[in-house]
């Protein structure tokens, strides 16, 4: 995987958003306050923080991620890191549901 530019842009807003989502994390709110509908910015932050650790352990570049790169092109779809992701988001949210 190679390393691509430093996009401002990006950065920004991706700070603004896990701002966003520590704001409803750790604020002044509870559930009640703000509604579960609410609540799914906290995987998003958890994701996004581990996201580097993650790639170093081969976690986007695994078997059955899709990467097409032509001159002035690259698409890149993770299947089977989605699957896994979505397997353990889905364990995590079965045991607190129990």
């Given at each position: ?31 009640a306050?703000?509604g ?29 991620d ?23 988001i ?9």
């Open positions: 995987m190679k390393r691509h530019e430093f996009d401002p842009t990006s950065f920004v807003l991706g700070l603004a958003f896990a701002a966003l989502g520590l704001f409803f994390v750790v604020g002044d709110r509870t559930a306050d703000i579960w509908k609410w609540m799914w910015p906290v995987p998003l932050v958890v994701l996004g923080v581990l996201w580097p650790l993650l790639a170093k352990l081969g976690l986007g570049s695994l078997p059955g899709f990467r097409v790169e032509r001159k002035g092109y690259s698409f890149y779809f993770p299947l089977t890191t989605s699957i896994i992701v979505s397997i353990v889905t364990l995590i949210l079965w045991i607190f549901r129990r």
